[in-house]
Structure formats: structure tokens, C-alpha cells
């Protein structure tokens, strides 16, 4: 190994121990926080009696509070987080504006149409058919939301508008659907899922969740030197030999694949995709071969603390988890636009 290619990787070695410790303890508070306190102690008893048979004496409902109910909740927070996060990178990469991200640009309400449409109407059954009726939502929200914009001029301005315009009109049809055809307990408990709901998260949520966040980490990854090439826009990609159409179907793909997940699993969490990449363009720069592990290493740390933040902040009630994001991400939103005024 030639000392340049040493000098290189010992940072990114630094970075990748650190995200990793991050991460690791990040997931033990998500775990040993909650609404019942439990000592640590207890939890790394647990988890090392399911992990390695320790065998520890540990109270059951303890145990089972533990391994079922928070670890299962913490590990999707995290998935969810990144996944989300490494959605906005790509979205703002491809359409090369600040305010991008699969809330604003109507991804979300697509795929929160499509899963309450499978829930409300039986289209489908279990999660693979909320997850691909959501899948299916956000496709045509999105290509809606596209084909608006190009009538529209094109630019990522209009872009943004008809993100709003697309938000609106299927968050209308998702109220629609549960006027028409839910009942009252149904309604109210979509209604709260909507708002980002993770209480009802079990270990095959987990299954689903995780492998698609890392699936899209790999493609994102992947395709980190291409998103650096679109800054310059389509046009400069493809002199520079990107493959611009296949680039654009599969990062898009993995968006929305992702995102189709986790609003299926969660509901519509808003403000992750647009705070998370700017807030790591001040620490690692705008590159996307560091920007996209930052983004994704953030996205699940920030989602598990908003986690913990809404199983405590009301003592007795769980707050919807979309609530504490917006909370604050409406402030990260403000400081975006005037931010971005002061460079116009």
C-alpha cells in the first residue's frame, strides 16, 4: 500500500469507527430511555442473554420490554433515519436544489396514499402489500409531481412548487379515503400513524426496514462520484462519461423504494431528507463520497433521539414522532431559505 493510499484511509477509518461507536451508543440510549426507566445495567443484560446466552437473571417483563418493544422500535428509527436522509442527498443532488427532500416534493404523501389505500380498501395484505401499494403511491406522486414541473418550465424552482402542489392533492385523496371508508377506529388510528407513529414496530418490521436502507446505502455509495458530477447539471454529467439516464432510474429508484418503506412502516416523518444533508455539508463537506455515510450515520442517530424525545417529552403519552421533527425542522427549513437568500 503506497503511503498515499495510508494517508487516505486512516481518516476514513477514524470516521468509520467513530459513525460506528456513534451509532452503537445512540442505539443503547434509544433502547435503555423510555416511558418505564430501567437501569442499564438491565439492558446489557439483556441484550446479552438474546445476543450470546449469558444467562442472566432478568425480570420477564423487563426482558420482553427490552428486546420486544424498544430494541425492535430503536433499530427501525435508525433505518427510517437514514433512509430518509440518504433520500434527500440523492434528490437534492439529481434536481440540484437546496430545498428538495421526499416530504416537500410530494414522495411521502404519495406513499402514505398508497398504504392507506391498501389498509382502508384491501388491496393488499400484511406489510409487503402496504409497502408495495406504497411503493406504488409514491411512484405516481412522483411522477406527477415531474411531468407538473416540466409543463411548468422545468426548473428546480418549479420543481419545488409542484412538490407542494403533488403534496396537497394526495393528501387529499389519503383524507378522502378514510371519509369514504373507514370507520372511526380506523380512522384515528391512521390518522396518528400519518403524523409518524413507531409504537406499533416488531422485530419483521425490523427485517423489512434494515436491509432496504442498506441496500439503498450501497447504490447511493455507489453512484457518489455521479451525484458529484450532476452539480454541474445533466448535461455537464454526461460530458464527463456519466451514464446519466441509468444513474438517474436507479438513484430515483432507491428514493422511492425507500421511502415507500419507511412511510409504510412509520407514516410520513417530514424535515429528516431537507436537515440532515445540509446539516452535514457543514461537517464533511459538499462530496458526495463522504456526504452520503455522514447523511445516513446522522439521519438514524437524529431519528432514534427524536424517538426517545417523544416517548418522554409528555409524561404517560407517546408523541408522534413527526411532531418532534417538525419541531425542529421547521427552524432548519427557515435557516435553508435564508441562507440560500443571502447567497442569491
Not at 445516513?296 to 409524561?315: E, K, M
Request: net charge positive; hydrophobic share 55%.
Amino acid at each position: 500500500m503506497t503511503a498515499l493510499a495510508a494517508s487516505y484511509l486512516r481518516p476514513v477509518t477514524l470516521w468509520g469507527v467513530a459513525g460506528a461507536v456513534t451509532l452503537t451508543l445512540a442505539i443503547l440510549g434509544g433502547v435503555a430511555i423510555g416511558e418505564t426507566p430501567l437501569p442499564f445495567d438491565t439492558v446489557l443484560k439483556v441484550l446479552a442473554n438474546h445476543l450470546w446466552g449469558a444467562g442472566h437473571d432478568v425480570d420477564a417483563i423487563d426482558a420482553g420490554i427490552l428486546w420486544s418493544y424498544r430494541l425492535p422500535r430503536t433499530l427501525v428509527a435508525a433505518a427510517c433515519g437514514a433512509g430518509l436522509a440518504l433520500s434527500g442527498v440523492v434528490l437534492q443532488s439529481l434536481v440540484r436544489n437546496a430545498l428538495a427532500d421526499p416530504y416537500l416534493l410530494g414522495v411521502s404523501a404519495g406513499a402514505g396514499t398508497g398504504a392507506v389505500a391498501v389498509t382502508v380498501l384491501g388491496l393488499g395484505g400484511g406489510m409487503i402489500g402496504m409497502s408495495a401499494g406504497a411503493f406504488a403511491g409514491a411512484s405516481l406522486s412522483f411522477a406527477i409531481v415531474v411531468l407538473l414541473a416540466r409543463a411548468a418550465g422545468g426548473g428546480s424552482a418549479q420543481l419545488v412548487l409542484a412538490g407542494i402542489a403533488g403534496s396537497q392533492l394526495f393528501n387529499a385523496l389519503t383524507s378522502f379515503l378514510i371519509t369514504k371508508s373507514a370507520n372511526a377506529e380506523q380512522a384515528r388510528g391512521i390518522m396518528y400513524w400519518l403524523l409518524g407513529n413507531l409504537s406499533g414496530v416488531r422485530w419483521p418490521d425490523v427485517t423489512l426496514a434494515i436491509p432496504v436502507t442498506l441496500s439503498g446505502l450501497v447504490v447511493c455509495v455507489w453512484l457518489a462520484r455521479a451525484m458529484d458530477a450532476f452539480a454541474f447539471g445533466a448535461a455537464s454529467a454526461a460530458s464527463l462519461g456519466i451514464a446519466v439516464r441509468r444513474v438517474q432510474i436507479a438513484l430515483i429508484g432507491a428514493t422511492t423504494v425507500m421511502t415507500a418503506t419507511m412511510v409504510s412502516l412509520v407514516g410520513s416523518i417530514g424535515f429528516v431528507g431537507l436537515v440532515i444533508p445540509h446539516a452535514m455539508r457543514f461537517v464533511v463537506g459538499a462530496r458526495h463520497g463522504r456526504l452520503v455515510p455522514a447523511s445516513a450515520l446522522a439521519g438514524a442517530v437524529f431519528l432514534i433521539v427524536a424517538d426517545v424525545t417523544s416517548r418522554i417529552l409528555i409524561p404517560g403519552q407517546v408523541v408522534p414522532i413527526g411532531v418532534v421533527t417538525a419541531l425542529v425542522g421547521a427552524p432548519g427549513f427557515a435557516a435553508i431559505l435564508i441562507r440560500n437568500r443571502r447567497r442569491a
